[in-house]
């Protein structure tokens, strides 16, 4: 592979990165900690398009056991199954990893989150995790299971995992958590775009970008939504992870930003004042 700054030169426009027949996701594990996944519907619609769905490693966390057990078997929600379909047609060479989080109560609680962010992290050696969840501040009480959280996030960063996280769908009127804590992970609010590959950065309190908002399966699938937003930017970033996989953190947000900025840009004329004016 041709060096990745040479690459970036090769195609002028940063946002034709996203289109360069390699950033197809291959080589890069994606957790998506939410409500499990069907593979029966993803299989369907792979083998509708001719194409084999890979293996799904996955696991359910509960709140009051250290270890998780097997997700075989266990009947899983759709939001988790449009949030994989999501992902998996922006980047569909992806490895998808699913950590179950609400488990048989179909409630979820912070300490199951945290193990799920580990266990990611340590067995499945993910790159990207998605979190297309939320916890209101009340229900990290007392504090310290807020700062545990958020530690767990922060040890995601400069493990150089990249964190993306749904904002609060009513936003800013309302925080949620683990939204809350960007930086250091990204949290992604929806946007208006019809293009799947499209985004925006639209600094909003600790909100930083928007996605496209609407999914492709599922019964809630269009109904625009921060949930449908945050694995769209995953996705963007997984193919992106692709081209050069020893991408870091900060190194992936810069360059969102900067397509973000050619892409204004681009719509202007090229009349845009540089960075900084």
């Avoid at 993910?126 to 229900?139: D, F, P, Q």
């Avoid at 609060?168 to 992970?185: D, I, Q, V």
Wanted: net charge negative; glycine share 6%; charged share 25%.
């Amino acid at each position: 592979m041709a060096d990745f700054y040479e690459l970036l030169l090769e195609h002028l426009h940063p946002d034709r990165l996203l289109h360069d027949p390699r950033a197809t996701g291959a080589g890069v594990r994606v957790a998506i900690i939410d409500s499990g996944i069907d593979r029966a519907i993803l299989k369907a619609k792979f083998a509708a398009q001719d194409r084999a769905l890979r293996p799904i490693e996955g696991a359910v966390f509960l709140p009051d056991q250290p270890e998780p057990i097997s997700d075989q078997g266990r009947a899983s929600a759709p939001h988790g199954t449009t949030i994989a379909d999501i992902i998996l047609t922006l980047a569909p060479d992806v490895e998808v990893f699913s950590a179950d989080v609400f488990g048989p109560r179909g409630s979820c609680e912070v300490e199951s989150v945290i193990r799920a962010l580990y266990w990611a992290m340590d067995r499945w050696n993910c790159k990207v995790i998605n979190m297309s969840l939320g916890v209101s501040e009340a229900r990290l009480q007392p504090v310290a299971r807020r700062h545990q959280l958020q530690r767990a996030i922060e040890d995601a960063y400069y493990r150089d995992v990249l964190v993306f996280a749904a904002a609060h769908n009513e936003h800013p009127l309302t925080r949620s958590y683990p939204a809350a804590f960007a930086p250091p992970l990204i949290s992604v609010d929806k946007g208006l775009f019809d293009d799947p590959l499209a985004f925006a950065y639209r600094l909003q309190e600790q909100v930083e970008f928007q996605a496209r908002a609407l999914g492709y399966i599922g019964p809630f699938a269009t109904e625009p939504a921060t949930s449908w937003a945050a694995p769209h930017l995953a996705g963007i970033a997984a193919r992106l992870l692709s081209l050069k996989p020893d991408l870091k953190p900060f190194e992936i947000k810069a360059l969102l930003y900067w397509m973000h900025r050619a892409a204004e840009k681009s719509a202007d004329g090229g009349q845009r004042p540089p960075l900084g004016k």
